[in-house]
């Protein structure tokens, strides 16, 4: 009880010492990439890919139901894709993301905090691009390889990792936090060089520059923010904390080999 209350001292000392700061660098990306960006792209009808999202799919069997969507759930682990709620899933494939290769029948491709826990980012964007129908769009959200969370995630035992993590933040247990990962070409950069190279264009990103993970100990965090700030005057838009990116595979080239769409301009915000 002492220590659960120290940490909870701490977190809540460290969002005030963050108070100080522009509201764009205290916004969460997997919270944004949740309420702004998936709401926008399901569209009625579509058929929808989500790959990693295992037992716990991007979207919830009303929504499905409201919509008419048809879900294919693609997964490494067949007793993950088994324990996602009844009905949500029409389809599952249990297959490796970075060698699987799709039928370009997808209208959206959702990947959330998925890349990060396969080690062949290149093989994954082209499984990404296979799956896509001309037109069809995917939306990816990813922890940054640059963050420091990523690298000293990088750097621990899994089972050390795993302990920590849960011991300060328990409700993470719940989600996918406490798997393996890699941070394989998890940056910005990578991701816009990796979907050119697959014929995928960026139509819409977002980065984020916030993580919990040293809230817990709050000279810890402002000394996190103090380096993130040096960080961000070397590497600029390379030392986001995380990312979201929405791709679209164009319905054709046009005599130049470029899109013929038109329309698609990148809209960074850093």
Same mark, same amino acid.
């Given at each position: ?43 009625? @009808?579509? *058929?929808? %890919? ?5 037992? =716990?799919?991007?979207?919830? !069997? /009303?929504?499905?139901?409201? $919509? ?45 905090a998925t ?54 933040f328990p ?6 936090? @406490?798997? *393996?990962? %890699? ?5 910005? =950069?990578?991701?816009?060089? !990796? /979907?050119?190279?697959?014929? $995928? ?56 080999g470029g ?12």
């Amino acid at each position: 009880m002492i220590i659960r209350n120290f940490i909870n001292t701490n977190i809540g000392l460290s969002r005030a010492v963050d108070g100080v700061l522009p509201a764009r660098l205290r916004e969460d990306g997997n919270r944004h990439f949740r309420s702004h960006v998936l709401p926008h792209v399901l569209l009625p @009808g579509s *058929r929808v %890919y989500d790959l990693g999202g295992g037992s =716990r799919p991007c979207v919830d !069997l /009303a929504d499905k139901q409201r $919509l008419g969507l048809t879900i294919v759930g693609l997964d490494i682990s067949a007793e993950e894709l088994a324990l996602a709620p009844a009905g949500v899933y029409d389809k599952t494939i249990a297959a490796d993301l970075c060698s699987f290769v799709g039928d370009q029948e997808a209208d959206l491709v959702v990947c959330q905090a998925t890349l990060e826990h396969v080690p062949d980012t290149p093989g994954a964007l082209r499984a990404i691009a296979s799956c896509l129908k001309p037109g069809g769009i995917a939306v990816l959200f990813a922890p940054c390889r640059n963050a420091a969370f990523a690298r000293l995630n990088l750097l621990l035992p899994q089972e050390l990792k795993r302990k920590i993590l849960f011991a300060i933040f328990p409700q993470k247990a719940e989600g996918h936090d @406490g798997f *393996r990962a %890699y941070y394989d070409h998890c940056t910005p =950069r990578d991701i816009e060089r !990796l /979907a050119a190279a697959n014929g $995928l264009q960026v139509q819409e990103r977002r980065l984020f520059w916030i993580s919990s993970y040293f809230t817990a100990f709050t000279p810890l965090f402002v000394l996190w923010r103090f380096m993130q700030g040096l960080h961000y005057l070397v590497v600029r838009e390379q030392a986001a904390e995380t990312f979201w990116y929405v791709l679209v595979r164009p319905r054709r080239q046009g005599p130049s080999g470029g899109s013929s769409d038109g329309g698609l301009a990148l809209q960074a915000s850093d």
